[in-house]
């Protein structure tokens, strides 16, 4: 029997029955990863490692927890000891990192099988993942379109049927956006839920680490195992986590769930207005009821982001200088002449120009009026919030305002296009804030995703909220045809 398209429940109820061993599960998985190369959803395979550390999950022959023997795969993002650590950029091409970020740690902890390292847009910056130095992703639904960024190779190789679950981080919307793109469930949990250590900074503020996956089910799985205090990260949060799998049934017939005003709907496609018009009649069937809420700032959320982002992206950056680690340039003058040319080879367009407006962002005579006002902005957007989840219990919005589109069909002459990509995602990052994608239905056969934001740590109620969506529809069902790419 395949595994590919295969939820971590059923591939658990597989090797819980013997019916595959951990081992054959892997190899399959790494099969199915070459048999669609061509999507460019890896940037690394863990082939020798995974195999041996599948076998001795065989060997061990117990199940102690849910993911033992389960392949995942890790967003490139995220350091692994002794296995090519990329970020999608020139400059770290040939960084191997010494140790294991915290996230990933506990994933193998638990048992899963890291089968390989997903590509994705040149340090997280992008929508589209078309900024990676190993070039563009393909969306497994359709050729030659985006799977969205910038976690967009674990969410193609999830979609893809590869692998049943994997890691990404959200700064913005980058687990939300491809799972949403790719047909797939991705939450992003709390900042600080789960620990940022050994995820390489883009934005240290907004940065946060979370599951993509097929069901709402799998991803609380995966964030049982993920969440949690570190004491390598003081912005990880020292709170009890709950068990994610508990309250996945409980009814939602108090359930009461705001449409924000400011977000104008009905300037959208329709198709997309009609999905979401759809989804919202599924959750008032099943007892939810909606009422429409004001965000004041809200509006400002997108250039908020666009001016912390990229401040805190020229500190983080500042580190890749050629000396210590990543690509160094040949035949230089003397050092500002290696760092200038090792920086100049090593970024992509993307990532310099984030490092150019958010150095000026910094720069003394600037900071006032560029970085303060957006940490100030920022606070406001976060009090709009406090204040709404104080008679509403979720907010609902497209994850969206558009399905997956053609490479190079945005962007390219003006990036503000792709900023805007991130226009119902941005907000809860600026916030803190847990949200999740789910799949709600296609537009000329592209995935459509549907957002639910949920107040501080309620990463529960948005599982809950997500998975009964999922038990009463089937659009999280739905499979690729993969026919462009055998
Ligand atoms: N698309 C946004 C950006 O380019 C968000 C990216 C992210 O969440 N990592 O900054």
């Known amino acids: ?9 059923e591939l658990r109820a597989m090797l819980d029955a013997k019916s595959i061993s951990a081992s054959e599960l892997t190899q399959e998985s790494l099969q199915l990863a070459k048999k669609y190369k061509e999507l460019n959803c890896f940037v690394t395979m863990n082939e020798e490692l995974g195999a041996k550390n599948a076998n001795s999950i065989d060997l061990d022959n117990k199940t102690t927890s849910k993911l033992s023997g389960i392949p995942l795969a890790q967003k490139d993002l995220f350091c692994t000891e002794g296995l090519r650590t990329t970020c999608s950029s020139k400059i770290l091409s040939n960084f191997i990192p010494p140790y294991t970020a915290t996230a990933v740690k506990k994933l193998e902890d638990a048992g899963s099988i890291t089968v390989g390292k997903t590509n994705m847009d040149e340090f997280a910056m992008g929508s589209s993942n078309e900024t990676s130095f190993f070039g563009n992703v393909h969306n497994p639904w359709k050729k030659g379109y985006v799977p969205g960024g910038s976690s967009g190779g674990s969410a193609a190789a999830v979609a893809a049927g590869i692998v049943p679950a994997a890691t990404g981080t959200d700064t913005g919307g980058s687990i939300r956006q491809p799972a949403a793109h790719c047909g797939i469930t991705g939450l992003k949990p709390t900042y600080g839920r789960i620990s940022r250590w ?27 195992e993920m969440a949690g205090h570190d004491l390598k990260d003081t912005t990880s949060l020292d709170v009890t986590v709950p068990d994610y799998l508990e309250d996945l049934d409980k009814p939602i017939n ?35 009821e909606f009422v429409e809420v004001s965000l004041p700032n809200i509006s400002a959320s997108v250039p908020t982001y666009y001016s912390i982002a990229p401040a ?27 760092y200038i040319k090792s920086r100049s080879e090593g970024f992509g367009d993307e990532v310099k120009r984030r490092i150019l407006i958010g150095t000026y962002a ?52 003006n990036p503000v296009e792709l900023y805007l990509e991130d226009l119902f995602t941005i907000s809860s990052n600026l916030a803190g804030l847990p949200a999740i994608s789910i799949p709600h239905g296609q537009i000329n056969s592209l995935p459509v995703g549907l957002q639910l934001i949920g107040n501080f740590l309620r990463e529960d109620k948005l599982l809950n909220v997500a998975h009964i969506f999922q038990k009463n529809s089937d659009f999280h069902l739905a499979q690729p045809t993969m026919e462009d790419f055998s």
Not at 1 to 9: A, E
Not at 198 to 224: K, V
Not at 273 to 284: A, I, P, T, V
């Open 1 to 9: 029997m395949s595994i590919q398209f295969k939820s971590i429940t």
């Open 198 to 224: 050994g995820m390489i900074a883009f934005a240290s503020s907004l940065d946060q680490a979370g599951p993509l996956a097929r069901t709402a089910e799998d991803c609380a799985i995966l964030l049982n």
């Open 254 to 288: 108090q359930l009461k769930i705001g449409i924000i005003k400011e977000f104008n709907l009905s300037e959208l496609d329709s198709e997309v207005q009609s999905r979401f018009q759809d989804s919202k009649d599924l959750y008032e069937k099943l007892g939810a």
């Open 312 to 338: 805190e992206c020229s500190s983080n950056l500042s580190r890749f200088d050629g000396v210590r680690f990543g690509h160094r340039a040949e035949n230089t003058q003397d050092l500002n002449d290696l």
């Open 362 to 413: 910094l720069s003394a005579g600037y900071y006032d009026a560029y970085y303060k006002k957006a940490q100030q902005v920022r606070r406001l957007i976060k009090n709009d919030f406090d204040t709404v989840f104080e008679t509403v219990d979720l907010l609902m919005t497209p994850t969206s305002p558009n399905t997956a589109f053609a490479f190079g069909s945005k962007g390219t002459q």
